[in-house]
């Protein structure tokens, strides 16, 4: 049976791989994808979400979220995804969100699921947080949450903090304490999803319809990163954990984050050596196949239009 999801995203270069990523894969139930701001202002990635639903022909709704975090305002990184979000490449216009905000839906969604619905997370967490917040009970209908976020070392946003958990770390506390497995894909799991020239002329190379080329095209404006030998295609590890698992390795262990001022903010202390003794309730990818995962991405966006 596919697992029923929430998509909350902030496309974003990567997030545009996951998104198709998951619309594309029949091990999935995209009941809804949410929008944050983040990568760039909402407007944008609210714009970019609907564009890519459209391109691969998907009807499933589109929800207006989170502007800002629950405590001031979130930072954009138009230096990687560019300033309109996707690097430059324009998409056909995707249309209008569904009326219904994204946090008002995901509590919808799950108050009325017959089964365990799985919130997945490749954005600031705050549609989900709000969501949560607003009606804590609802928890016992989430199966798990699988985040692309945080790092057990040096973050990508400052020296300690990933982009998302520091674009809001109050959010992303109100999911590690809401009872439920939250599943981390971190900096160190994603840096083994390199997109290597090699990775995306292979990617290319299998035809696919306007969707492949188009991802391809987006990521080709990626700039090259200064941590790592090529760009890693952070968000879709995430949505790849759901329907290959066998491509990962994983620890389960506790996590925290740190909602300090400081420059320690946003950190998330992943302990796998299990060195607090805290109770366990985070699971933490650690190893990913990259070979598997780029010939699972290839196959399944060759599938779109
Ligand atoms: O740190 C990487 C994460 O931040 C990804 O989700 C990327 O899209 C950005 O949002
Ligand atoms: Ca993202």
Known sequence: MPIPIVLD???????????????????LDVLAITVAGGNVGLDRTLANTLALTRLA??????????????LGAFFNEPRVHGIDGLGGIALPDGGAPHPELAADAIRRILRTSPEPVTLVGIAPVTNLALALTTEPALAANVASIVLMSGAWAEGNATPAAEFNALNDPEALSVLLACGRPVVF?????TAQALATPERLAALRARGGGRCLQTVCDIQ????????LPAPPLHDPCAIAWLIQPSL????TCSARVDLGPGIGRGRTAIDRWNRTGDPFNATVLETLDGDGFFDLLGERLARLP
């Open 9 to 27: 995203c902030d496309p974003g270069t990567d997030d545009a791989f996951a998104v198709l990523l998951a619309l594309a894969s029949p091990e």
């Open 185 to 189: 894909a971190t900096l160190e799991l």
């Open 57 to 70: 022909g998907s009807q499933v709704p589109v929800h207006k979220g989170a502007d800002r975090p629950i």
């Open 248 to 251: 990962f390795t994983a620890r």
């Open 220 to 227: 080709a404006t990626v700039p090259r990163s200064r941590r």
